[in-house]
């Protein structure tokens, strides 16, 4: 089970921190995916054990994914946020060792958070 929470409303260049919190097992990537109003869901970033962070594009630079295994919980920091991040964003995970090219997949991922929104006026 995923729970995710850190949403809200924020005014451009702003920043957030997101966070998702795993309960039950341990999975071998967590990761984001958001989704905007019209649109499909589209990966943000991941982590997988022994491998590292993964960004879109569209984040790379802004947004940084961090894990506690500790805590089993998931971060991201969002920083100097744009309209266009404004989405709803869920938190994924699996304990399937996905490869690089699998991780942009929603239909990889086993659970999925209830989603927490995004909002970023101009």
């Known amino acids: 089970q995923l729970q995710a929470c850190g949403g809200g409303l924020v005014q451009a260049g702003d920043s957030l921190r997101l966070s998702c919190a795993a309960s039950g097992r341990s999975y071998s990537v967590m990761a984001w995916f958001r989704q905007a109003p019209g649109k499909e869901r589209v990966f943000v970033s991941a982590?997988?054990?022994?491998?590292?962070?993964s960004y879109a594009d569209s984040v790379k630079g802004r947004f940084t994914m961090a894990r506690d295994n500790a805590k089993n919980t998931v971060y991201l920091q969002m920083n100097s946020l744009k309209p266009e991040d404004t989405a709803i964003y869920y938190c994924?995970?699996?304990?399937?060792?996905?490869?690089?090219?699998?991780?942009?997949?929603?239909?990889?991922?086993?659970?999925w958070g209830q989603g927490t929104q995004v909002t970023v006026s101009s």
């Open positions: 982590i997988r054990i022994g491998r590292g962070t």
């Open positions: 994924a995970a699996t304990g399937t060792r996905l490869i690089l090219s699998s991780l942009y997949t929603p239909g990889n991922y086993d659970d």
